[in-house]
Nanobody
Framework: QVQLVESGGGLVQAGGSLRLSCAAS????????IGWFRQTPGKEREFVSS????????DSADSVKGRFTISRDNAKNTVYLQMNNLKPEDTAVYYC????????????WGQGTQVTVSS
């Protein structure tokens, strides 16, 4: 069973950048598909971006395409979310999640990291 810990959140002005990290332990990291999600109070958690086992394939929500980049370093058991040109509407708690099989729900979740973008 894998454990996930997010870091890198914070307060940034609109147009700025942040890099989130999702560090994994307790499992064979390269066997897990990883996704990033975000949630604001009163709203459902929404998909942000995902990456395949070796980092050769990614997917992103339309709202972040061209601004956010997901990557992974299996040697470091870590997935990154580089967020550029941040907007106030990107303010949310960001979560990373892991699953072993595509098409199944994400099974493991981190505790989240707060990102706040001021206008």
């Amino acid at each position: 069973q894998v454990q996930l810990v997010e870091s890198g959140g914070g307060l940034v002005q609109a147009g700025g950048s942040l890099r989130l990290s999702c560090a994994a332990s307790g499992g064979t990291f390269s066997r897990y598909y990883i996704g990033w999600f975000r949630q604001t109070p009163g709203k459902e958690r929404e998909f942000v971006s995902s990456i395949n086992l070796v980092g050769s394939g990614t997917d992103s929500a339309d709202s972040v395409k061209g601004r956010f980049t997901i990557s992974r370093d299996n040697a470091k058991n870590t997935v990154y979310l580089q967020m550029n040109n941040l907007k106030p509407e990107d303010t949310a708690v960001y979560y990373c999640a892991a699953r072993k099989n595509l098409g199944r729900p994400y099974e493991y979740w981190g505790q989240g990291t707060q990102v706040t973008v001021s206008s």
